[in-house]
């Protein structure tokens, strides 16, 4: 597939209530889309990183350099195949959130060509997928209580809930007491925690959770052993996981018994899909994990999820969870799914009124 040049857009998406975990508080999104143009047509992606280095390494300002002056000139001028780009940009250490979104916007413009949806490549076994919600840290239990009752009311079929040293049993206890054993629930630490608050964590043992998400350090996957030793509550791993590779240690080390894949972490979604594989073969049941994505992002998360190995309900949650007016058409909750895209590449496209209002930059690259 011969590219004549690539766009990227960067966008302003307000979200309709600050976002806090334990790395700080989100209130809106700095996006950058990337737009690949071919001979045939386009493809579109969405960059996950940040507007700062805070969740990891990486950041949106960051993302945009690097992809202009490395990974872009670094394909092929005479075709490329989304299954190839990896390989020129191997050369390049780290900067994964920025090689997913070019390696999705490659592989979105290849299927639309072809007539093919991002699920159907993937290997994606259903047509719609049971969607969850994360809820941010708030100022207050009774502030929590309402949040978590009106994603109940909205049909989310699980609620994680972020915590933090301060933030973890009492609010999990009023979750749990208020909405009883029926509601799936699990929690998200963001790396908040250290192993000596081993003895701490395991006083959410007593709450039935799915899953604790991420306790400890990213870099740390021996001391995610020990405490998935030291606790009943399974240990899943999230930042740790940056390639199949890793996911291939944490599951010798026994460092997690579920893994939450999140495709831009992981450098794109044909390493999600080799992320799925190997934890199916061992057992490991695996979920989509959310960036706060507008409807770009979130079609080709849904599809992933769409996949036999995602047993557990992921972070695709509806599109007004996070803005007013999504870039795509919205993606809308129905008895706690949403529909797989079915229409040819991610099946979706930007409104083009509405990205005309949210634009803040373009730069066009010509290969």
Excluded at 71 to 95: M, Y
Excluded at 140 to 161: F, H, M, N, T, W
Excluded at 271 to 292: F, N, T
Aim: glycine content about 8%; hydrophobic content about 45%.
């Amino acid at each position: 597939m011969k590219i004549s040049g690539i766009e990227l857009r960067r966008i302003a998406m307000p979200l309709v209530s600050p976002f806090r975990t334990s790395f700080g508080v989100e209130t809106s999104r700095d996006v950058l889309l990337v737009r690949v143009v071919t001979d045939d047509g386009e493809g579109w992606a969405e960059c996950a990183a940040m507007s700062e280095p805070r969740y990891c390494s990486e950041y949106v300002d960051g993302a945009q350099r690097v992809l202009r002056d490395f990974l872009i000139p670094a394909l092929p001028k005479d075709g490329v195949n989304a299954a190839t780009v990896s390989r020129f940009l191997e050369p390049f250490t780290g900067h994964r959130m920025a090689k997913s979104a070019l390696e999705t916007a490659i592989l979105d413009a290849q299927l639309r060509t072809r007539g093919e949806s991002f699920g159907s490549y993937l290997g994606a076994e259903r047509d719609r997928v049971p969607c969850g919600v994360s809820v941010g840290i708030m100022d207050s239990i009774p502030q929590l209580i309402d949040a978590v009752e009106r994603y109940v009311a909205e049909g989310y079929v699980r609620i994680k809930l972020k915590i933090e040293p301060g933030w973890d049993v009492e609010p999990v206890r009023a979750v749990r007491e208020r909405f009883g054993d029926e509601l799936l629930l699990q929690v998200d630490a963001n790396a908040a925690y250290t192993l000596v608050d081993a003895q701490h964590l395991a006083k959410l043992d007593e709450f039935g959770l799915l899953l604790i998400e991420q306790p400890l350090a990213n870099d740390d996957m021996v001391q995610h052993a020990q405490l998935a030793k030291m606790l009943r509550t399974p240990v899943c791993l999230d930042e740790s996981i940056e390639s199949a590779a890793h996911a291939a240690a944490a599951i010798t080390l026994g460092a997690c018994s579920i893994i939450n894949v999140k495709p831009a972490r992981v450098g794109g979604y044909l390493e999600a899909r080799r992320i799925h594989d190997l934890a199916s073969a061992h057992g490991i049941p695996v979920w989509c994990g959310g960036m706060l994505e507008t409807g770009i992002g979130r079609a080709a998360n849904v599809a992933l999820a769409a996949l036999p190995g995602f047993t557990l309900p992921g972070d695709t949650s509806g599109s007004s969870r996070y803005f007013a007016t999504d870039i795509t058409e919205p993606f809308v909750l129905r008895d706690g799914h949403l529909d797989v895209p079915k229409g040819p590449g991610l099946g979706v496209e930007p409104l083009p009124d509405v990205l005309a209002d949210v634009t803040t930059s373009t730069e066009w690259i010509a290969l």
